[in-house]
Structures are given as structure tokens and as C-alpha cells.
């Protein structure tokens, strides 16, 4: 599976952004959906995942309520819809495949090249 993740730019804080990730390959579908952010001089963190049919979200904590993970199975596309952004969502945000899932980077098999997201006070 091959990951391009787009949709990051420059907003002020309170505004929204829309990351999408398009995969490539017939087996998306089998695959847990899991979107990482790593901001500079720190590591990777978990910030939502998303089951093969859509039925189960994860959000970290910080994140719930302002961020909604969303999948299209027909496209080949995760989406992360950010509302509400502050100054520490300031990342590179990640979109990665997984057979198991999880709120751990280890159990994703692919990985897009990131795209960055800059919120700005």
C-alpha cells in the first residue's frame, strides 16, 4: 500500500483543516487507518485511528471533539477534518496503514511522507 497525504497548510488559531490521505492498491479496506503527528524536537504521537469499515473511531484526548477521522472505502481515502486547531497541533501529520490497529506507530506497516500543519496564535 502506497500513502499520499495532503491537505496541511498555514492557518490562525480556531481554523480548520482537512488532511486526506490516498492510498493505492485493491486492499485499503482491509486495513486500519491510523493518522500520527510529530512536532519538532519530539516524538511521534497517536492522534486518531479508524477501523476497516468505519464503525470505530480513537481520538487522543486532546484531540476529541475537535478532530474527526473519516474513511471512503470507494476512494481509497482517509480524511482528517481538524476544527477548533491550536498552536500545539503545530506537527507534520502522518497517515499510516495497519493489519492491527492500535495507538502505537510500531503496528503501522505504511506510511505517507507527511504533510505539514502550521497554527499559528
Known amino acids: 500500500v502506497q500513502l499520499q497525504a495532503s491537505g496541511g497548510g498555514l492557518v490562525q488559531a480556531g481554523g480548520s483543516l482537512r488532511l486526506s490521505c490516498a492510498a493505492s492498491g485493491r486492499t485499503f479496506s482491509r486495513y486500519v487507518m491510523g493518522w500520527f503527528r510529530q512536532a519538532p524536537a519530539k516524538e511521534r504521537e497517536f492522534v486518531a485511528a479508524i477501523s476497516w469499515n468505519g464503525g470505530s473511531t480513537y481520538y487522543l484526548d486532546s484531540v476529541k471533539g475537535r478532530f474527526t477521522i473519516s474513511r471512503d472505502n470507494a476512494r481509497n481515502t482517509v480524511y482528517l477534518q481538524m476544527n477548533s486547531l491550536k498552536p500545539e497541533d503545530t506537527a507534520v501529520y502522518y497517515c499510516?496503514?495497519?493489519?492491527?490497529?492500535?495507538?502505537?506507530?510500531?503496528?503501522?506497516?505504511?506510511w505517507g511522507q507527511g504533510t505539514q500543519v502550521t497554527v499559528s496564535s
Open positions: 499510516a496503514a495497519s493489519v492491527v490497529g492500535g495507538r502505537v506507530s510500531a503496528n503501522y506497516d505504511y
